[in-house]
């Protein structure tokens, strides 16, 4: 009979994958038995050194890896040395949790979701942002100002990109407080530069005024043809 069905143990035991978020099993008056199951939502995945990994779902917990369960989420991998352990641990290091930061806030803004493709963790521990279109490096830095970070993004997007083309420069580096800097790529003409700028274009932005033509107006300073 239905009354004789362990209801509590199998709600409990449903609340055990690690894919479930929440389950609730119940019994109505026309005798059905009904259950109710939610599943985790992750928001990125982990590719540790060893080539294993976890996804992090939207609580920060871990996930284990299944090909039944392929979510298209943002990928981390690089020199991550955080482990699985067991389903559903919180995620520890400051790393993985810069890391998770930054998927939640390319998730939640469709300009970013759109262009950042993969997060990479480099041999000096800085989280890189990987971009769709164009063969350059952008260096984050860690987890902290993010805001700040992606508008001198969007400003390096709308400010120089239009002018000098995604090739003018091989590294875009975000992660100096106030500052743009930008590595010429080494195969285009040498600009002209003033000597201590000759190695690195470092342009200072305003970020509390929001103006996007600050680099144009750099630009000119530094006479950059």
């Not at 362990?6 to 609340?15: A, Y």
């Not at 963790?121 to 490096?137: A, F, H, K, T």
């Not at 993004?153 to 407080?177: E, T």
């Amino acid at each position: 009979t239905l009354n004789s069905l362990p209801i509590h143990d199998i709600e409990r035991d449903l609340q055990q994958i690690p894919y479930v978020s929440h389950a609730r099993v119940s019994m109505d008056m026309n005798g059905l038995l009904l259950i109710r199951i939610e599943q985790r939502k992750a928001v990125l995945r982990i590719v540790d050194e060893e080539g294993e990994g976890f996804y992090v779902d939207e609580q920060a917990l871990k996930m284990p890896v299944s090909t039944r369960y392929i979510p298209r989420v943002a990928v981390a991998n690089g020199q991550i040395d955080e482990r699985l352990g067991r389903p559903l641990d919180p995620i520890a290091s400051a790393q993985v949790k810069d890391l998770f930061a930054i998927a939640n806030f390319i998730k939640d803004n469709p300009v970013w979701e759109k262009q950042i493709v993969q997060l990479y963790v480099n041999g000096q521990s800085d989280i890189e942002l990987i971009p769709r279109n164009g063969d350059y490096r952008i260096i984050f830095g860690n987890g902290k100002d993010l805001e700040e970070k992606f508008e001198k993004l969007m400003i390096y997007y709308q400010g120089v990109v239009p002018q000098k083309g995604l090739d003018a420069y091989s590294v875009v580096n975000l992660k100096y407080k106030d500052q743009l800097v930008c590595l010429q790529n080494s195969h285009l003409p040498v600009q002209k530069l003033p000597v201590e700028l000759s190695d690195t274009l470092k342009l200072t932005v305003d970020t509390n005024a929001r103006v996007l033509d600050t680099l144009v107006q750099l630009n000119n300073t530094l006479n950059i043809e």
